[in-house]
Every structure is written in C-alpha cells, then in structure tokens.
C-alpha cells in the first residue's frame, strides 16, 4: 500500500526574490526557503538575469525547505510554480544552452524601437482600423485595437532586439535550433524537459491574444518574429506538465500547476467570482480584477487570462504601477526613514504634508495617465516641509495610485467592486491599508499570510493532486484567519488631497519627450 503523501510544494520566481513553500493537508506553512534573485545590470537601462544562477538558485530553495521540514521529495504530492511575467530568454534545441541572459520585464534597451513603433504608421493605421472595425461591429477585440501601444515591459520589441543584436540567433532560428520562453516555460525544460508554455504566463507578454486565445500571428508577420521558436500554450494545471525529472532531487514529483504570479495571487486570495479583486503591494503594484470576457480598455487596463482549467479561461483587466517596492527602499536610501518598520510611525507623526504631494514616475505612469516619458518626484516643497511630510506624502501616493486604478476600472465596466484582497510585502503596513481604504472606500482584507502567489500555485497543484477537494475548500483556509481594514469617516481632507495628487501627476508627464522642448 502506497503512502499517502500529504504535502504539495510552491515555487515562486518573483521579480526580486526566489521561495519555495511547504504546505500540508491544512494549509498551513510546514517550512520555507527563500533567496534573493540576483539582477545584472551590464549598461545602463538594461536589466538581466544569469540562468545558471537562477537554476542554482532554484535546486537551494527547494532542497533548502525540505531539509528544514525534515521532509524528502517523496512525501510531496506534488508541485505548483508560479512567476514572474515578461522576463524571457532563447536556448538551443540541440544543447540546451542559452544564447543570452533572460532580459527581465523591466529591461529598458528597446524603448527607442518602442517609441518608433508606436508613432509608426503601420500602428497608426491598425488603430484607425480598429476603430472602425469596432464602430460596426463593437466587438471589444477591435476596440481594444484602436489604442494598441507596445510596451517596454512586454516581451515584443525586446525579443525583437535579441533576435537582431545576438549573432547568428536568426540563422539559429530559421535552422529550427531556437526554444524562447519566459520564466515559467524555461523552469519547466529545466524540470521535465518538455517546451511548453502557461497560458497566464504568454498572455501576459504582448505576443498572445486574450480575445483568441491564441499567438498573435499578425505581430509576428509585422515585426518578423519567427514563430517556429514558441512553445505550445498549455491550461494552467493537469498532467500535461508532466514529472521532474528524478535526477534533479532524488526521485520524480508531478507538476501539476503552473500560474504567472499575479494570477497565483488571484487564485489564492479565493477571487473566482467576476467582480472580485485584489492588489498586490510587492516590488510593483497589481490591481486585477476577474472578469467573464477580455476586457477592452480605452484608459491602459491590460486584458489578460488568469487561468484556463479544463479548457475554461478565466480572465483578469489589469492595471499597475511600476515602482513600489523600489519606491520605499528609495525613500530609505535617501534618508527619510532609518528603518522600513518606523516607515507608518513617522509618517502619522507629520498632521499632513504641508501641501507636499509625490509622483511615483520612475518609470514613466501607467493606466490610466499612460505616459511612459512621465518623471517621479515631489511638488510643493517649501522650506518648512519636513521628512515626515515627505515620508507621508509617499504613503499617501502608494494609496493614490491604487484609487486610480480602482477608479479607472470601475468608469469603463459594469461591474461593482464588493472589497479589495491584498497581498505583497508593503501589504504589512497597515498605515498604507487603511489609507487605500479610506481613499477607495472600500473593505481591506489582507490574510494571515501576504505570500498569496506561491499559495496559489500551490493550493492549484493541491486541488490537482487531490489535497484538497476543491476551490472552496482551499478558499476557506485563505480567509480563517486575517485582517480586515474598513474606511474611516474622516476622509473629507484625504479625497480633497487625491484631487491635488491627480493635478501632480499631470505636471510630471512628458518630461523625456523632445517634442516637448
């Protein structure tokens, strides 16, 4: 008689840290490891990742979890992973090896073909297309297209790059030699051997139709991707992921899950339902909403699939701001706070900002102000303005930036949303919480745990390897426990504040753009 195992494992490859999680049959945490993901920087703008440290990295975090659990690989009944979105990189078919470094979602060396390509006449008239298109048939897939931009954190105009600056990888290509994929497809190579791709995961790269479901063929034939290098696009649980191979640990573990990380986060704060919502406060902030169809943005929401099970999707609208994380490790460095644990403290202890307001445009604003040229800083510094002021008025901006994006959904669908689950490292401080709060005014709740990415992936593979029974059962041991954040009445003074902040904002766009000057 076989031993029931009664353990599933989660894997998260985040933007800035790498953690593998044990679960048992009750959910809770039986141990964990975790390592920060090392980034290179070769010139300026660009951003990297070796892969041989990252697949190092990968072995320590898991051999690490189970050493401290005092577990092997033979009691996990399986393994769920969730990753990072848009970061990418090409391999050999015949070796294995890479041909260049992953390029992260945040690498910057195509934003000069960006900006080309989207004042270019060939988008130009797509968009005048699509608008026409969508004024006869209103179908949303053309209505999206009417505002089709390219973005530096989607995967296209990098792979572009690479395909154009790495010598010899087009010949390689045209030779069949060539495997892209992002994080989630070359972990599963690494793993099991096989060249596939998460739905979630190249519905997130700018290269996969949501309104299809399927590559975008018209993208490849404009900007001459080849299309033999893609994987096939697989649902995001099932046996078709196949084992790891036993050499890697010891012995063979299903895959039974795959998610990219923002739709792990969806899927374990238990938002199954069209309407609901969560926003990750991580390195950057995520508000994702489910929706019944793709959702056609005219104000920078992203559509995207959240899952496919079962030949099911369900899709997610999208809007982020770049810079969270980074942000606060920034406001440290230049000293407005000695600590991150003081940040909420000396934040309440200024009354207000003294008419300080910040602007988080490090790397440009997303939705809905959508200006990638937009600058970061602070606006109304007078002599008397102190630290806390400054410190506060970048709380204040974290709480902003979501309500713009509640905002933004809420004006172009039908949809009301009930309250906000969130999740992310910033979602400890519950100064940041009751403020989105108030400002939104809607209900917080965060759970015991923020880690919500690397629980879904795994409460994915656990329903998918017979942990438990279903959705709702996993769903109920997201929210036995938690913290709850309701508005406050005293808002008036806050509401009149996110008005000066949105005129803020309008005064730090089109800082890098020539045409301006």
Known sequence: MSKVKEYVMGLDVGTTTLRNYIFNKKGDVCDSSSRKVEILYPQPGWEEID???LWDSVQQVVQQSLENAKLSIEDISSLGISCQRGTFICWSKSTGRHFHNFLTWKDMRADTSVRAWNNSFSLRGLRLGGKLL?????KPRFKAASIYTIYNKM???????????IPGLREKAREGDVMFGCVDSWLMYKLTGKHMTEVSNI???GIYDPFTMDYAGWLFNLLNIPDNIMPPVVDSCGEHFGSILPEIFGASLPLTAVLADQSAAVFGSGCFSPGSAKITLGTGSFLDVITATPHASLNGLIPLVGWKIDQNPVYIAEGSVHDLGVLLEWA?????????????????SAADTGGVYFVPGFHGLTAPVNDPSATAGFIG????????QMLKAILECIAFSQKHLVDTFLSESSYKIERLHVDGGV??????????????????????????????TASLAGIQ?????????????????GTKFLKRKDRARLVEEYRMWEKACKRFTKWTDASEF
């Open 51 to 53: 892969p041989d440290v």
């Open 155 to 165: 995967v296209t105009m990098r792979l572009v790059w690479v395909l154009d600056n």
């Open 381 to 388: 510094v007078s002599l008397k303005t102190t630290k806390a």
């Open 427 to 456: 979602a400890n401080n519950d100064f940041v919480l009751q403020l989105i709060a108030d400002i939104t005014g809607l209900p917080l709740d965060r759970p015991n745990s923020v880690e919500m990415s690397v629980w879904g």
């Open 332 to 348: 440290k460095s230049i000293s407005l706070v000695d600590n991150f644990d003081d940040m909420s403290e000396v934040a309440a």
């Open 203 to 205: 519905a997130a790269t």
């Open 134 to 138: 969508y004024s006869l048939t209103r």
């Open 465 to 481: 390897g017979g942990i438990w029974k279903d959705r709702e059962e996993m769903a109920k041991m997201t929210r036995r426990e």
